[in-house]
């Protein structure tokens, strides 16, 4: 259905804005700019809500239901701007769309409100890093360049101020996806689709397409950039060639690969990628150097063909690219080297809260591997780690409510150990480590049952870690 929401957005509307978190409050921010009537509905209780902001909306005179989801205030509105952790098939959004009312997510307004180029970045894994990389590199080849999303500053936020940049880089999960209505990036990054939040979906089936969706709205002249090794891609690609797919990709595919085979635009050659440039496919014409980046080893040189791939098709040139290639800074809490005690070596990948990311995080790993894992569990297994663990996995550490689970899956595969706290985690892993050696805290869990965040989680594993060499210089 074709929506102007310019037109649905005018002077005297009312507007719900379901969900109160960072992208609602910045909802909020926008449509104060359009005059339209405001109404926020928040599942939380009201004195849960920060003092400041519920004197905020109240000088706005933007009405605020907490506690809950009404019918009676959503099937009121003109239209419902719902955030990306509100369950899309509550009772109360149901009934507003029986009634044809739009429900739609912040993503729907950037077809009629965004005045500039749009890159979109999704993927179970690695979206942070690729849309951080995306706006370094398009930074450093001259534009001015809004990087936000689910990343941290919502798209809403951009809406509402100056729109004074020349190209936005989002990063976007399935969820932001599932309520984006027209959403059309210019150029759409595809990473990879392994199990995840399958608490919220029916199958893994309908993930992925959540996932696809990002290429639902694309024409001829956008850009399409998928990773070429990824089974469930590769799987919704086959389908859509035999007209099987719920819809058909219409932007121009160019698709990435660790390994190069015939069709694919990027490939790596050891630490060199090397693309094909749209004039030419098939033929190699470009090459850039990752040696001596954080990006060398996997899977952030998969990470930078799909970064370099998006920027290429945005106008940038080799050399400005190569260049901030190489004064690329890793986010924290991705594959980050803590510290090297006694010749091993301790990683933060506290980031890593399904099994894709540990799968990723392992198979780049180039040293045996001490794991610490767990937390709580996400629904999705522990099968697909099997083979990696059993290769490169020399033992185990768990924690968390997830670990009598983990340790059932693995107890065939390597050697296992419980801790009840991080510190104890870490003191275990040295134990248990030999020199050359790595430490890895890649909890394939989420950290919510011992932590307050995988930020949290990451912070207090550093900690252990820096505890460990003060002892050692004592």
């Not at 951080?132 to 809004?146: A, M, Q, W």
């Not at 819809?247 to 069709?263: K, N, V």
């Not at 990470?303 to 901030?324: E, W």
Request: aromatic letters at 6%; glycine letters at 10%.
């Amino acid at each position: 259905m074709n929506r102007n929401f310019k037109e649905i957005l005018k002077p005297g509307a009312h507007v719900v804005v379901v969900g109160l978190a960072r992208s609602g409050v910045s909802a909020v921010r926008f449509l104060l700019n359009l005059g339209v009537k405001i109404s926020v509905s928040e599942g939380g209780r009201q004195e849960n809500l920060e003092g400041d902001l519920v004197r905020w909306l109240k000088e706005k005179r933007v009405f605020v239901e907490t506690g809950g989801h009404t019918s009676e205030l959503l099937t009121s509105a003109d239209c419902i701007l719902v955030s990306p952790g509100v369950p899309p098939g509550i009772a109360p959004l149901a009934a507003a769309r029986q009634k044809g009312i739009p429900v739609v997510g912040e993503l729907a307004l950037a077809k009629d409100f965004l005045k500039v180029p749009l890159v979109a970045v999704t993927g179970t894994n690695g979206k942070s890093t690729v849309t951080t990389l995306i706006g370094d590199l398009l930074t450093g080849s001259g534009k001015k360049v809004f990087v936000g999303g689910n990343i941290g500053i919502p798209l809403a936020e951009y809406l509402a101020g100056p729109q004074d940049c020349e190209a936005v880089v989002l990063e976007v999960s399935s969820f932001q996806l599932d309520s984006a209505g027209e959403f059309r990036p210019q150029v759409g990054v595809l990473l990879n689709i392994t199990p995840d939040h399958l608490d919220r979906y029916v199958s893994y089936g309908e993930y992925v397409d959540s996932k696809m969706s990002l290429f639902k709205n694309q024409q001829p002249g956008d850009v399409a950039v998928l990773n070429g090794d990824d089974p469930a891609i590769a799987g919704w690609l086959a389908a859509e060639a035999d007209q099987q797919s719920p819809w058909p990709l219409r932007g121009e595919i160019r698709q990435y690969s660790s390994c190069g085979r015939t069709g694919i635009a990027a490939c790596l050659n050891g630490t060199t990628v090397r693309i094909a440039t749209a004039d030419e496919p098939g033929k190699m014409v470009e090459e850039y150097e990752l040696a001596g980046t954080p990006l060398a080893q996997a899977p952030n040189s998969e990470n930078a063909m799909a970064a370099i791939l998006a920027v290429r098709a945005m106008g940038c040139s080799p050399a400005a690219i190569q260049k901030s290639l190489a004064g690329f800074v890793p986010l924290p809490h991705r594959l980050a080297l803590v510290a090297e005690i006694d010749g091993v070596s301790y990683y933060d990948d506290s980031k890593a809260t399904n099994v894709g990311a540990v799968y990723s995080a392992l198979g780049g790993m180039r040293q045996p591997v001490v794991l610490i894992a767990g937390g709580r569990d996400k629904g999705g297994g522990y099968e697909m780690l099997l083979p990696l663990v059993q290769e490169k996995v020399r033992a185990m550490v768990l924690i968390g409510e997830a670990r009598e689970a983990m340790a059932k899956a693995f107890a065939k595969t390597t050697r296992i150990a419980f801790a009840e706290e991080m510190g104890e985690a870490v003191r275990l892993a040295r134990t248990m480590a030999e020199k050359g050696d790595a430490v890895l805290l890649s909890p394939a869990c989420a950290s919510f049952d011992m932590f307050r965040s995988y930020s949290h989680r990451g912070e207090m594993f550093t900690q252990a870690v820096s505890r460990l060499g003060r002892q050692k210089g004592r």
